[in-house]
């Protein structure tokens, strides 16, 4: 079946840095992948919808200069979360759905990144 | 806007006792309807999906309803096992959107 991985699976980092989240769709091609955050015994909340080879969709309150997003091929997305704080402390999750699927088709979702930041 | 709510928000069963959790939706219109389950710190397992044609989705001791006319889902689970733990998730696809999350249901089986 689909796996979509995503690394690190944690990192903690120092308040001002900059954080990079891969998420690779293993044996599967995905023209979208979207990348979500969770916080403690919350929902999944959406954040943005990343398209390759063009610019991220984001949602209305996320940050497009704090959370960079870079789809550069079919397989690979990245999220960076620059200059960090505290208060982005959080668990991060990509998915992704395979090219040529229609939108009956599920979705795939990575392992997650728990991200803190000190 | 759509809104999807699972009820309870928590369970606690002993093992062997079959169970059901709960997903409402206030948008018919969806395309279909994922169930997951989040195991803590990890990522989403896709457990069962159900396209907006169908009315049930089983695997193994899992069997998944969808009554799309009235909102609503439910995922049963037979004979419980400590193994089956975890947080449950629904999760709704509609037009043009990415999927819509439930808070999700935390199940704990006991021994």
């Known amino acids: 079946g689909a796996v979509v991985s995503q690394h690190p699976s944690r990192v903690i980092c120092k308040s001002g840095t900059s954080v990079k989240i891969e998420c690779r769709s293993l044996d599967f091609q995905a023209t979208t992948m979207f990348w979500y955050r969770q916080f403690p015994k919350q929902s999944l909340m959406l954040m943005a919808t990343?398209?390759?080879?063009?610019?991220?969709?984001?949602e209305q309150g996320v940050e497009k200069d704090k959370f960079l997003i870079n789809h550069a091929s079919l397989t690979l997305s990245t999220l960076t979360v620059t200059s960090a704080h505290p208060e982005d402390s959080s668990f991060y999750i990509c998915?992704?759905?395979?090219?040529?699927?229609?939108?009956?088709?599920?979705?795939?979702f990575g392992s997650g990144t728990r991200l803190t930041v000190v | 806007k759509q809104e999807v709510t699972q009820i309870p928000a928590a369970l606690s069963v002993p093992e062997g006792e079959n169970l059901v959790l709960n997903c409402s939706f206030t948008?018919?219109?969806?395309?279909?309807l994922q169930w997951f389950r989040q195991d803590p710190g990890k990522g989403l397992t896709s457990l069962l999906l159900i396209q907006s044609s169908q009315r049930e989705q089983t695997s193994g001791r899992l069997n998944a309803s969808l009554d799309k006319s009235s909102g609503r889902s439910t995922l049963y689970i037979a004979a419980s096992q400590p193994g089956d733990s975890a947080t449950y998730l629904c999760?709704?696809?509609?037009?043009?959107?990415?999927?819509?999350f439930g808070k999700g249901t935390t199940l704990s089986v006991s021994s």
């Open positions: 998915s992704a759905s395979e090219v040529g699927t229609g939108p009956n088709y599920g979705y795939t």
């Open positions: 999760a709704v696809k509609q037009a043009g959107t990415a999927l819509i």
């Open positions: 948008d018919s219109a969806i395309y279909n």
């Open positions: 990343s398209n390759e080879g063009s610019k991220a969709t984001y």
